[in-house]
């Protein structure tokens, strides 16, 4: 069986883009939905990375219970202010952590 050398990432749960998340939340230690440093965690699912030929597969956490809209906040407007990508309403990153500032919102009312 061929290996295939295509860059592929599997779809995370809640639509979250594997590629997009960085080191520290691929490896258990901020929430993989607003990137705040995790204290409680709950289990999201797993994403599969593949770098080259290896294919790893890492647990994603998440704050516990929810994410607060104060943590989603900060994580967006934080990311937003060191991102090109945001400048020009092309990230995908950006969108997500807006995303879930939306939902934290919702949930809170
Ligand atoms: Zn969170
Ligand atoms: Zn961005």
New binding site residues.
């Given amino acids: 069986m061929k290996r295939s050398e295509l860059v592929t990432a599997a779809p995370g749960p809640a639509g979250i883009d594997p590629a997009a998340l960085t080191r520290e939340q691929l490896l258990g230690w901020r929430?993989a939905?607003?990137g705040?440093l995790l204290t409680g965690d709950r289990p999201l699912g797993t994403v599969t990375v593949s770098q080259g030929p290896t294919l790893t597969t890492y647990p994603l956490w998440?704050?516990d219970p929810n994410?607060t809209t104060e943590?989603?906040w900060r994580a967006a407007i934080g990311h937003a202010a060191g991102c090109e990508a945001c400048r020009t309403g092309e990230c995908a990153t950006g969108q997500r952590l807006l995303d879930?500032y939306s939902t934290a919102f919702r949930g809170e009312r």
């Fill in positions: 929430c939905l607003c705040t998440a704050c994410c943590h989603a879930a």
